[in-house]
């Protein structure tokens, strides 16, 4: 399982209310809530955003609510990775929980910039900012949790026990 492609790259402090506003919290459908995703912050986002693409920010991203719309909003508007220098730990369970692959690695976080192409090899954890031509170091996932993110989320990855 790999990740490959242009980044939308975003600040520090990014929370879950701008992630997927309250107001959009009406609906369990994923489709619906992608496409409200980064609406308050990023007006563009959902008419840019392809199947593939990868999300890259500062610290604290997810901070907020405990809300598991928000990752879901992002998987659903095809982001297929977020790279950032850390998470918010209700945020980064929830998304693991969700099937959602996310990656902390400073280097990466501050490197990248927005509209860069980017690879992710989930087994090793290398970053490759192929816009650059430079490779970044994050802890790859332990096996659990790859087999979590390969069966779509916790609960797929639980039925088939």
């Known amino acids: 399982m790999d990740a490959k492609g242009r980044v939308h ?22 489709k619906e809530l992608a496409s409200h ?3 308050d912050i ?21 901070c907020g609510s405990s809300r598991e719309h928000a990752p879901i909003a992002i998987k659903a508007s095809g982001i297929s990775c977020v790279i950032a220098n850390t998470f ?4 980064y369970r929830n ?9 902390e690695c400073a280097e990466a976080s501050q490197k990248i910039e927005d509209g860069d192409e980017v690879s992710v090899d989930f087994n090793t954890g290398v970053i490759t900012n192929i816009t650059k031509n ?12 790859k087999d979590i993110m390969a069966k779509g989320g916790l609960m797929n990855s639980l039925k088939e026990k």
């Open 37 to 39: 995703c980064m609406e």
């Open 88 to 91: 918010a730990r209700i945020f």
């Open 9 to 30: 790259k975003y600040g520090n402090n990014v929370d879950t209310d701008v992630i997927i506003p309250a107001r959009h919290l009406n609906t369990q459908d994923h």
């Open 95 to 103: 998304s693991i929980n969700i099937g959602l692959p996310i990656l």
């Open 134 to 145: 430079e490779t970044y170091q994050a802890l790859p996932f332990p096996d659990f949790i």
């Open 42 to 62: 990023d007006k563009e986002f959902v008419n840019k955003v392809k199947e593939g693409d990868i999300m890259v920010a500062g610290d604290n991203f997810g």
